[in-house]
């Protein structure tokens, strides 16, 4: 019995460093599954944002070589049919979203307006717009390259595109003109206060102290 027991401390007291080797090794071996993982996903996020840049940059090549020509012809359309209502019409943007308050100057109008070629332009904006929202192609490229170009387009024509959408349609080509209009908004509100804080820092504060005072 003496020597069982003596068998079984001998065995209890090597166990200890055997277990502490063994989850040693397993600790290790979990450190490297991990490291592998987060290499596995810094690759995936790297091969998905080449492929958003790559595909930012053809629905870009597609906008000024297919949707400019668009806008061009919409707008001389608009010039030799004599239409005011993109003009009179009323539109009020804010985060919240966008108001239209149509003004059409009569019943002949409004038959010019449709007869437009409206609908060959605004859904090849709403396609491309779609990559942009979706986050397929990378926004902020897509911003740097065309943003200028889409909003002053997209924001003349959006009496119609908003009366035309009904919470429906259009509606990729809307979100992306209100995060880009935001976004133009603030870089211009910026300028001009980098303006001030600059005028205001170069001005000097002359007072003139009471006789006496001093």
């Known amino acids: 019995m003496e020597t069982v027991k003596s068998i079984l401390e001998i065995v209890y007291f090597l166990s200890g460093p055997l277990i502490a080797y063994f989850a040693f090794k397993a600790l290790g071996q979990i450190s490297e599954t991990r490291k592998q993982v987060n290499e596995t996903k810094e690759t995936r996020q790297i091969s998905s944002k080449r492929e958003s840049f790559k595909i930012a940059a053809e629905k870009c090549e597609y906008f000024m070589t297919t949707i400019i020509?668009?806008?061009?012809?919409?707008?001389?359309?608009?010039?030799?049919?004599?239409?005011?209502?993109?003009d009179k019409s009323i539109v009020k943007i804010t985060p919240e979203g966008i108001n239209v308050k149509p003004h059409y100057e009569n019943e002949e109008e409004v038959d010019k307006v449709f007869n437009l070629p409206n609908l060959e332009?605004?859904?090849?904006?709403?396609?491309?717009?779609?990559?942009?929202?979706?986050?397929?192609?990378?926004?902020?490229?897509?911003?740097?390259?065309?943003?200028?170009?889409?909003?002053?387009?997209?924001?003349?024509?959006?009496?119609?595109?908003?009366?035309?959408?009904?919470?429906?349609?259009?509606?990729?080509?809307?979100?992306?003109?209100?995060?880009?209009?935001?976004?133009?908004?603030?870089?211009?509100l910026e300028k001009e206060k980098a303006k001030i804080d600059k005028a205001l820092n170069e001005s000097k504060d002359v007072s003139i102290d009471a006789i006496g005072t001093k």
């Open 69 to 86: 020509p668009l806008m061009n012809t919409l707008d001389k359309a608009v010039k030799e049919a004599d239409i005011t209502y993109f």
């Open 121 to 188: 332009l605004f859904n090849p904006l709403e396609s491309f717009s779609l990559f942009f929202v979706s986050g397929v192609a990378e926004e902020k490229i897509g911003y740097l390259t065309v943003g200028q170009t889409f909003c002053g387009t997209v924001k003349y024509y959006l009496p119609l595109l908003v009366q035309l959408s009904e919470n429906k349609h259009f509606n990729n080509t809307l979100a992306l003109f209100s995060i880009w209009h935001q976004r133009m908004e603030k870089d211009r």
